[in-house]
């Protein structure tokens, strides 16, 4: 089994920083894209940016410019650096992950971690 667990978030100030990072462990054969979502209260989950395992990346308009992902594969471990935030950024944010078990492919998803940015 692969776990994925995320951690770094917490209460800011708008125009704060905050950075996630969401790490896979268990037993990992292959993992390929990964991503961050959010969801505020009372609305769907969204796409906030993703990152293909040699690097490319693909953000929301609503991230482009304020937000960076990134990985270190060696870790298993993708990061999302929050800047400049603000109060529409509050949202529970869980990380995602394809991971290849060597059999079929396996959709991850973490338990999510509160950011709150207050105004």
């Known amino acids: 089994q692969v776990q994925l667990v995320e951690s770094g978030g917490g209460l800011v100030q708008a125009g704060g920083s905050l950075r996630l990072s969401c790490a896979a462990s268990?037993?990992?054969?292959?993992?390929?894209?990964m991503g961050w979502y959010h969801q505020a209260p009372g609305k769907q989950r969204e796409l906030v940016a993703t990152?293909?395992?040699?690097?490319?990346?693909n953000y929301a308009d609503s991230a482009k410019g304020r937000f960076t992902i990134s990985r270190d594969n060696a870790k298993n471990t993708v990061y999302l650096q929050l800047n400049s935030l603000k109060p529409e950024d509050t949202a529970v944010y869980y990380c995602?992950?394809?991971?290849?078990?060597?059999?079929?492919?396996?959709?991850?998803w973490g338990q999510g971690t509160q950011v709150t940015v207050s105004s």
């Open positions: 990152i293909t395992s040699a690097g490319s990346t």
């Open positions: 268990g037993r990992i054969y292959a993992i390929n894209d």
């Open positions: 995602n992950a394809d991971h290849y078990s060597g059999i079929s492919h396996q959709l991850l």
